[in-house]
Nanobody, 116 residues
Framework: QVQLVESGGGLVQPGGSLRLSCAAS????????MNWYRQTPGKERELVAT????????NYADSVKGRATISRDNAKNTVYLQMNSLKSEDTAVYYC?????????WGQGTQVTVSS
């Protein structure tokens, strides 16, 4: 069964940090472009970060640039999103996404709440 399972979300104070993980099962991530998205109620899902298959190229939304780092460990079949200097506007459900040609998989999401 193909699955992406996110973890690492939770409640964090403004200025704090979190590392989100996305573990794949049922397939190997190594040939997929990996993305992190986020969504808040009433808004469209926003692409936060992307990492290419080899991991050499990463891209970030302007809203997180300089505060987020996406990485992948193909040996562990896992992708990470390190978020620093968190702001209240980073509060959202974060989703992991794997994409290759016409194949696309989504995780169930993990809630990140930034609040004092």
């Amino acid at each position: 069964q193909v699955q992406l399972v996110e973890s690492g979300g939770g409640l964090v104070q403004p200025g704090g940090s979190l590392r989100l993980s996305c573990a794949a099962s049922g397939f190997t991530l190594i040939t997929y472009i990996m993305n992190w998205y986020r969504q808040t109620p009433g808004k469209e899902r926003e692409l936060v970060a992307t990492i290419t298959i080899g991991g050499r190229t990463t891209n970030y939304a302007d809203s997180v640039k300089g505060r987020a780092t996406i990485s992948r460990d193909n040996a562990k079949n896992t992708v990470y999103l390190q978020m620093n200097s968190l702001k209240s506007e980073d509060t959202a459900v974060y989703y992991c996404n794997a994409k290759k040609w016409d194949l696309e998989y989504w995780g169930q999401g993990t809630q990140v709440t930034v609040s004092s």
